[in-house]
Nanobody, 113 residues
Framework: QVQLVESGGGAVQAGGSLRLSCAAS????????MGWYRQAPGKQREMVAI???????KYAESVKDRFIASRDNAKSTVYLQMNRLKAEDTAVYYC???????WGQGTQVTVSS
C-alpha cells in the first residue's frame, strides 16, 4: 500500500522560506513521477512541480526561480524548498505519485504580507 505523508507547512511572513517534506512508503520515489500540487481557498488544485524518474523537473511559472523540488531516494522522501514566499503562495500543499494518482493528506502553508 502506497502512503504519502507531508510535513513542514506553517505560517511565515512574505519573503520567508519553508521546506516541505513528503515521506513515501510502499514505493520507491526514484522510479516514479512525483509531483507537488497546491490548492488555495476557492481555487482549483494546481501543479507546482513535477519530477520525473529521469530527474527532469517542471515548475509552474508562478514558482519558477523561487521553489526547488528534490528527492532523497535513500529516504524515499521528496522535498519542496520554497523561497521568497508571497501571500499568493498560501494554500494546502500536496505531494502525489502522479502515475498512480496517490495523494498525501496535505499540509497548510500560510504566507502573511
Amino acid at each position: 500500500q502506497v502512503q504519502l505523508v507531508e510535513s513542514g507547512g506553517g505560517a511565515v511572513q512574505a519573503g520567508g522560506s519553508l521546506r516541505l517534506s513528503c515521506a513515501a512508503s510502499g514505493i520507491a520515489v526514484s522510479i516514479k513521477t512525483m509531483g507537488w500540487y497546491r490548492q488555495a481557498p476557492g481555487k482549483q488544485r494546481e501543479m507546482v512541480a513535477i519530477m520525473t524518474p529521469a530527474r527532469s523537473t517542471k515548475y509552474a511559472e508562478s514558482v519558477k526561480d523561487r521553489f526547488i523540488a528534490s528527492r532523497d531516494n535513500a529516504k524515499s522522501t521528496v522535498y519542496l524548498q520554497m523561497n521568497r514566499l508571497k501571500a499568493e503562495d498560501t494554500a494546502v500543499y500536496y505531494c502525489a505519485v502522479v502515475t498512480l494518482n496517490v495523494w498525501g493528506q496535505g499540509t497548510q502553508v500560510t504566507v502573511s504580507s
